[in-house]
């Protein structure tokens, strides 16, 4: 019997569960919808089905997609769990039968049953495919009309391990790349890296020993080179069969991240070292010359996960500012520098994807201009312009958070930064959600249109936008 939820911080306000699936065929709108805009817009996050078994982590929690239809000015609407088996399994149950983050604590009628995750992280489309990304398993594939679940993809049987819930995709191409960590089924150091053509087929696939066990997030590609970044929040069964937490920050182990030439191989990665920090998410990337930029939002420490005996960390450094890391492939030296360019607090960093691994100008992201010790709940989004280092930015409103904002161009040969910002943003004042949408060349002067939904959309991760046929 399903049970109430507890009273947890990511399980309330905007977090809370979203306990049903729904269409809507005709959003109000406020303002007017750009014409250019015609596609879906894809986003996924975690939406616990049932109440958490032991303690929660929004990491854990059952994926929920959201698509947004957007055409001939008209937004509609519809959202779907992804039917995983352990999304099946529990509905059976009517209950939590699986902990994510304790694997000591699993239901003893699933103990030792091996599941395709909880499809939470990231929904992409490529190679006619829309597919739900979840880092510790292979991704789930989505009718993209319906978000009917088809079932686990694996590349023709050719994926080795899980994928990561950001893998890299050239537009020039067509090409995907990936990696995946804890790669041999166990926490541990073993890692790959793969690449599929335009079409969804895997032409090369590696695998390769990290310095240390790590939850290894995103990555970076350039046109000439591929960066693995391993940074102390380590992983570890040990720990957990000793009662400790399975991922802590462990700040002794600093920074490795490892640079591969695009056309090498794995035995060809050079290790550039660094003080500790942690980065869930860069911006974009590219090699120039004999150096490699790469514009990430980096945290002093880890946030979301304790330390190594437990205890909470410093909720002062769980915020993260844009950081600029330039490697000089001709140094002598393994170090790397670092150099702030903005005091905002940011995450979920996008651009014009168009350009990704390549020389850019423009970026965009969720921002918090008066942060209070969390993470979450961002008041602004931000553009930034890399050319003149300056800062636009719109206040989403008193006791509204937005979410991860997403670039659409206007068409598919407009200039870097031509064409829309799409936001998901929950307005605690009616306790509902609308989606933004904004120009992208000026977002100081608020959304072109909003389009309202009469419920909230929970808290989540990351989207995409995919084009009508």
């Known amino acids: 019997m399903a049970q109430l939820f507890p009273n947890h911080p990511n399980l309330r306000g905007g977090f809370a569960p979203l306990q049903m699936e729904c269409d809507v065929h005709d959003l109000v709108i406020e303002g007017e919808v750009p014409r250019q805009l015609n596609g879906t817009f894809y986003r996924n996050g975690p939406n616990a089905q049932y109440a958490p078994r032991g303690t929660y982590h929004m990491f854990g929690g059952d994926g929920m997609v959201h698509a947004l239809n957007v055409e001939d ?37 699933v103990q030792g049953m091996q599941t395709d995750g909880v499809a939470n992280t990231n929904i992409i489309w490529h190679g006619g495919k829309l597919l739900v990304l979840e880092e510790a398993h292979a991704p789930i594939e989505l009718d993209p009309i319906t978000l009917r679940t088809k079932g686990v993809h694996t590349f023709a049987g050719k994926l080795l391990g899980p994928m990561t819930a950001h893998p890299k995709i050239d537009e020039e191409t067509g090409e995907m790349f990936f990696f995946g960590y804890n790669a041999d089924g166990n926490i541990s150091e ?236 929950y307005d605690a004042n009616r306790g509902a959600s609308h989606l933004a949408i904004m120009d992208a060349q000026n977002i100081a002067a608020g959304p072109l249109a909003k389009a309202y939904l009469d419920h909230r959309i929970p808290y989540g991760f990351h989207g995409n936008w995919r084009n009508a046929d």
């Open 73 to 109: 000015g008209r937004v509609s609407y519809r959202n779907r769990w992804v039917r995983t088996q352990r999304f099946d399994k529990e509905r059976e149950a009517g209950r939590a039968l699986f902990n994510s983050f304790n694997p000591m604590d699993v239901d003893e009628s």
């Open 190 to 425: 073993h890692m790959t890296f793969s690449v599929v053509d335009a079409n969804g087929l895997v032409t090369r696939s590696e695998s390769f020993v990290a310095p240390y066990a790590s939850m290894v997030h995103d990555f970076m590609v350039t046109k000439e080179h591929v960066l693995f970044p391993i940074m102390p929040l380590t992983g570890s069964l040990e720990r957990a069969f000793a009662g400790g937490p399975v991922y802590a920050w462990e700040p002794e182990k600093g920074v490795h991240i490892g640079v591969m030439p695009r056309t090498g191989s794995v035995k060809d990665l050079r290790w550039f070292r660094g003080a500790p920090s942690y980065v869930f998410h860069p911006m974009n990337t590219y090699t120039q010359g004999n150096k490699i930029i790469s514009d990430v939002c980096e945290y002093p420490e880890a946030p979301l996960f304790p330390l190594v005996d437990g205890s909470r960390g410093d909720p002062k450094k769980a915020l993260a500012k844009m950081v600029r890391w330039t490697f000089d492939l001709d140094s002598e030296t393994d170090v790397f520098k670092s150099e702030q360019l903005h005091d905002i607090v940011c995450e979920f960093p996008r651009f014009d994807e168009r350009l990704t691994g390549m020389n850019y100008r423009y970026g965009y992201f969720a921002g918090d201009t008066q942060p209070p010790e969390k993470v979450g709940g961002f008041n602004v989004i931000g553009a930034v312009d890399h050319k003149t280092n300056t800062l636009d930015l719109y206040d989403v409103g008193e006791g509204c958070a937005t979410g991860e904002p997403i670039f659409v161009p206007a068409s598919s040969s407009a200039r870097e930064g031509e064409g829309f910002l799409l936001a998901h943003v």
